[in-house]
């Protein structure tokens, strides 16, 4: 297995991301290498400082980078030799086994949707990130941001693919998938809600188990997998973000509050697409750069994607 790693992205690279690969090497399996793109000549001499042998990666070197701040459609045209693009090319080859980048979103999204493009079937991708739970288990919250508007049908095949992600990556049997809304009663919510709600009761495809509300999100007593637009989804882990920051400064600490470090996830999948893309938190450190890689490995030795497309037939 060969996990691609853009080694530009993210508001300190290519330090965080060379070390947080570094890091990574201590973990991830045997028969698992890591490429990194990006500047040859920052990478060797962050590599050398460390003590890291070169010859532990794979290196593709590539001279431009795609900033947080350009328009990401055009700058993956304007910029064909950036660390973004060529590793979706290599990805799209074959060359890598899943991409993963704490670089700029938009542009990754791009890739995703224009260079490895979603699974026949799938309406729309989905990202999805594990929310801690107040057992030391963790929960699936999908999406949380990529469609911030979201059509029945598009819930109900989010609540299979959730299901699907759960089953893979968590080892969930018979994950329960829920809806979120403003309350847990069927008629509640608003006219996208309730509509999914009828096309989610009584189906074959997922467990599903009905309605949840927000405070149910860490808690795991009604649901493992959590259904909401991007909307909500991004809304709810911000405002988890910000708890965390907020305990954080207070000195409250447990093993809960520290689950709720974007570090220990590292990254969102996109679920629904032909290949395995991990996208990372633009502020990641080299911790998060690390479980970004391990996230991709996981995945890609799950084979979600292939369970994606035995299931969207």
């Not at 990194?36 to 431009?64: M, N, P, Y």
């Not at 107040?134 to 693919?161: A, R, T």
């Not at 009905?210 to 959590?226: P, R, S, T, W, Y």
Request: charged share 20%; with cysteine.
């Amino acid at each position: 297995m060969n996990i691609g790693v853009d080694a530009m992205g993210g508001d300190y690279a290519p330090q965080a991301a060379v070390l947080g690969a570094i890091e990574a090497l201590g973990y991830i399996g045997n028969d698992t290498r890591i490429t990194l793109f990006g500047d040859r000549e920052k990478i060797t001499e962050i590599l050398r400082q460390e003590g890291s042998s070169a010859d532990s990666f794979d290196i593709v070197h590539t001279s431009q980078v795609i900033e947080m701040g350009e328009h990401p459609a055009h700058a993956f045209t304007w910029k064909p030799d950036s660390s973004i693009v060529v590793g979706f090319q290599y990805l799209k080859a074959g060359k890598i086994d899943g991409f993963a980048s704490a670089g700029s979103t938009g542009a990754m999204m791009v890739g995703s949707s224009m260079v490895i493009k979603q699974i026949e079937g799938i309406i729309r991708p989905a990202i999805c990130t594990q929310i801690p739970t107040e057992d030391g288990g963790c929960s699936v919250l999908l999406d949380v941001g990529l469609n911030v508007d979201c059509k029945p049908d598009v819930l109900f095949q989010y609540g299979l693919i959730g299901s699907i992600y759960a089953q893979s990556i968590l080892g969930l049997e018979n994950p329960r998938v829920a809806l979120m809304n403003i309350g847990q009663e069927a008629e509640k919510g608003n006219l996208a809600a309730k509509a999914a709600y009828e096309t989610m009761d009584g189906t074959e495809s997922f467990r599903f188990v009905g309605n949840v509300e927000a405070h149910h999100l860490f808690d795991k007593k009604i649901a493992d997998v959590i259904v909401c637009d991007g909307f909500v989804g991004n809304v709810m882990i911000k405002q988890a973000e910000g708890f965390y920051s907020l305990m954080k400064q207070q000195g409250v600490t447990s093993p809960f509050i520290e689950a709720l470090n974007y570090e220990e996830i590292g990254g969102t999948p996109v679920l629904g697409i032909n290949s395995t893309v991990i996208i990372g938190h633009g502020h990641s450190s080299p911790k998060a750069i690390r479980n970004m890689i391990l996230h991709t490995e996981t995945a890609v030795k799950a084979g979600i994607v292939e369970k994606f497309k035995e299931a969207f037939k």
